[in-house]
């Protein structure tokens, strides 16, 4: 079974500074895709960012950029610029690739809490 | 129309109340999802519909029962529940061809049970 770590349960940032949230992952699939999802004060998870494991890539989506590296499992996601909106809980998510059965499981790390500092 | 509806946004209910949350979504997606979320915990999968049929049960109690009438719409049926159930419900919604791999959340129903 997949486990996704997030070992940071809480940061802070100050606004306008950047800060990096860390992932880790454990899986014997070679093809998956990795997630960040954000999950303000108002509750509704949103997505951030998106990876697919075959793409090399970095993706990046405005201010928020991960750092893929597929050998070591590890799934970073770099938040530049840090803004008030941003704080919020921020879980990491794992996706297999379609299973067949017309669905699609994820699994959430536990996440970590930034606080933006004024 | 990008939005997953949950209503309704906060339910108090009593251990021998039956009541309904509704979660509806309108971007064609064939697959929909119900999660539970406990406070500071990420969210745990309850159910998944996959072209109007139940394809996931990770194991929920029998007083969570889930309907899925139409392609838009996903009831989860809430009888005789317990103080413990008390939680964030998710609904969420995704492609099933032309894979994104994303899910679409709603804002969420919030239980509380006496």
């Known amino acids: 079974a997949q486990t996704v770590t997030q070992s940071q349960p809480e940061m802070s940032v100050q606004e306008a500074e950047t800060v990096t949230l860390s992932c880790t992952y454990d899986t014997s699939e070679s093809d998956y895709y990795l997630f960040w999802y954000k999950q303000p004060p108002s509750r509704q998870m949103i997505l951030v960012i998106r990876?697919?494991?075959?793409?090399?890539q970095n993706a990046t989506e405005n201010r928020f950029s991960v750092n893929f590296q597929k050998a070591a499992k590890s799934f970073s996601l770099k938040i530049s610029d840090s803004q008030l909106g941003d704080a919020a809980m921020y879980f990491c998510?794992?996706?297999?690739?379609?299973?067949?059965?017309?669905?699609?499981?994820?699994?959430f790390g536990k996440g970590t809490k930034l606080s933006v500092i004024p | 129309d990008t939005e997953v509806t949950q209503t309704p946004k906060h339910l108090v209910m009593g251990m021998t109340n039956k009541k309904s949350l509704k979660c509806e979504q309108h971007m064609g997606h064939r697959a929909m999802y119900w999660y539970k979320q406990k406070a500071k915990k990420p969210p745990e999968l309850m159910f998944v519909y996959s072209y109007e049929k139940l394809s996931i049960n990770e194991s929920v109690p029998s007083r969570f029962s889930p309907e899925c009438p139409n392609s838009s719409l996903l009831n989860l049926h809430l009888h005789a529940l317990q103080p413990e159930d008390s939680a964030l419900y998710l609904c969420?919604?995704?492609?099933?061809?032309?894979?994104?791999?994303?899910?679409?959340f709603g804002e969420g129903s919030r239980l509380t049970v006496l």
């Open positions: 990876q697919e494991a075959y793409k090399q």
């Open positions: 969420a919604s995704s492609q099933v061809e032309r894979d994104t791999g994303e899910l679409f």
């Open positions: 998510a794992y996706r297999s690739p379609y299973s067949g059965a017309g669905s699609y499981q994820l699994t």
